[in-house]
């Protein structure tokens, strides 16, 4: 299955470092998002775009700063993470928001030293 | 609010059935989802109800309960690949937040 994907799969960084994360869908979709999932811990949903439309959950740090420069790419840029930032960054996209069966990549695997 | 729970683990048999269980209690109701994701890996869709009911898929079987904010998702036959987390989704249309999800059920399968 290849209809999301993301990149990099693993990313180990330093607190002052810039990073980004990289989501594509392949499926034609208007609506993606960022999840962070930590172990014992729900999905928690960080953003969603819709189209031109971001949602954004007002308890996300500003030091992840999502882009969407068309309705198939999404980023998420990082900077002067915390070590309790680790944990697997899952892109997700849908038909529209809030409306239909989201499909999810394979994450990626954040370490922040 | 918005409440899912989901246990933390079951163990069963290899060629058994098993029934993993979803409470919600959330503002609002439009669906609820299963999705199942193996270690490392995506989570992947497995079912949706959002009528009373069961909705029958090969091996796996979903119910619904919207009385009683209650579903659950059936696993018969059970196979080793089948050791995995299994996540429950609710779509409250009253949020801010498309799908809220519990925090999963890792099932392990045993020979």
């Known amino acids: 299955e290849t209809g999301v994907t993301q990149t990099p799969r693993h990313l180990v960084m330093g607190m002052t470092n810039k990073k980004s994360l990289k989501c594509e869908q392949h499926?034609?979709?208007?609506?993606m998002y960022w999840y962070k999932q930590s172990a014992k811990k729900p999905l928690e949903l960080m953003f969603v775009?819709?189209?031109?439309?971001?949602?954004e959950n007002n308890s996300v740090p500003s030091r992840f700063s999502p882009e969407c420069p068309n309705s198939s790419h999404l980023f998420l840029h990082l900077h002067t993470l915390q070590p309790e930032d680790s944990a697997l960054y899952l892109c997700a996209s849908s038909q529209a928001r809030g409306t239909d069966t989201q499909y999810f990549g394979p994450g990626t695997r954040l370490t922040v030293l | 609010g918005q409440n899912i729970d989901q246990p933390t683990e079951m163990t069963a048999t290899e060629g058994a059935i098993v029934q993993i269980n979803c409470t919600y209690q959330t503002s609002g109701f439009n669906g609820l989802f299963w999705y199942q994701q193996h270690a490392g890996e995506a989570p992947t869709f497995l079912s949706y109800?959002?009528?009373?009911g069961l909705e029958e898929k090969g091996r796996f079987s979903s119910f619904l309960s919207r009385s009683k904010g209650y579903s659950y998702l059936l696993l018969k036959e059970l196979q080793m690949k089948d050791s995995a987390s299994y996540l429950c989704a609710v779509r409250d249309p009253s949020g801010n937040t498309p799908l809220v999800f519990g925090k999963g059920t890792r099932l392990s399968v045993i020979a």
């Open positions: 499926l034609g979709h208007n609506a």
């Open positions: 109800n959002v009528l009373d």
């Open positions: 775009y819709s189209l031109e439309e971001r949602v």
